[in-house]
């Protein structure tokens, strides 16, 4: 099966700017995250949703993040405007159902870079 | 508060050798933990799932443990390769109708030849 995609892979931009990131998860799976990988880091998580509604968003910086999955399929995560310490690999991941006993399939993540 | 707490932070080792890497959860309610490992410009790929009721579990040259009554997990790599070089991930799933996912910060392991 094909494994998630996500584009770009890369992305430098200068503070106060936005940028969005697209996410393609496998087919099927109902369940997406968006994370965000500081540098030695964890993933941290910043919105999950169920089919195309919205399960999590606590940790969403949403004065400046937005996202959203249109048709319960592709996903885009917005910034803007960007700031120096949103310099992270944002990683999206998919499961089947969500549940706990399902397995994430990550991306590989796009890489930002804020200057 | 839900933690998860990774040791060492990083370690070198050299090819043919074994290692451990530690993880040391307080997460409640627990319904699993997974090991993921991570190579470097990747995204994470699950290694093991361990249940409540699960000591050990193996995947090829990996193996991990969980005592659940102490909350912790092990990760042995017997006989590494170069490969294994990667950041390795613990994650504990509180399961149930809270569902989430406690990520460890990782362990950067670093084989050399």
């Known amino acids: 099966e094909a494994g998630v995609a996500q584009s770009p892979r890369y992305k430098i931009i200068e503070k106060r700017q936005s940028v969005a990131f697209w996410c393609n998860p496998i087919?099927?799976?109902?369940?997406l995250y968006w994370y965000q990988q500081i540098l030695g880091q964890g993933p941290k998580l910043l919105i999950q949703?169920?089919?195309?509604?919205?399960?999590?968003d606590s940790q969403l910086p949403k004065d400046r993040f937005s996202a959203e999955r249109l048709k319960g399929v592709d996903s885009t995560l917005k910034i803007q405007p960007a700031k120096l310490e949103d310099s992270a690999v944002y990683l999206c991941?998919?499961?089947?159902?969500?549940?706990?006993?399902?397995?994430?399939?990550f991306g590989n993540g796009t890489r930002l870079t804020v200057t | 508060k839900n933690q998860v707490e990774q040791s060492p932070q990083s370690l070198i080792i050299l090819e043919g050798k074994n290692c451990t890497l530690q993880c040391n959860y307080t997460v409640s309610p627990f319904s699993n933990l997974r090991w993921y490992k991570q190579d470097t410009g990747r995204g994470p790929v699950s290694l093991t799932i361990m249940t409540f009721s699960e000591n050990t579990k193996s995947n090829g040259r990996y193996t991990a443990t969980l005592d659940a009554d102490t909350k912790q997990s092990s990760l042995h790599i017997t006989a590494s390769q170069l490969s294994d070089s990667a950041s390795y991930i613990c994650v504990v799933n509180t399961g149930g109708a809270t569902n989430k996912l406690i990520f460890g910060t990782g362990t950067l392991l670093a084989v050399q030849p």
């Open positions: 949703f169920q089919n195309n509604g919205v399960v999590d």
């Open positions: 087919s099927g799976h109902a369940t």
């Open positions: 991941a998919s499961s089947s159902t969500g549940g706990s006993g399902s397995p994430l399939h």
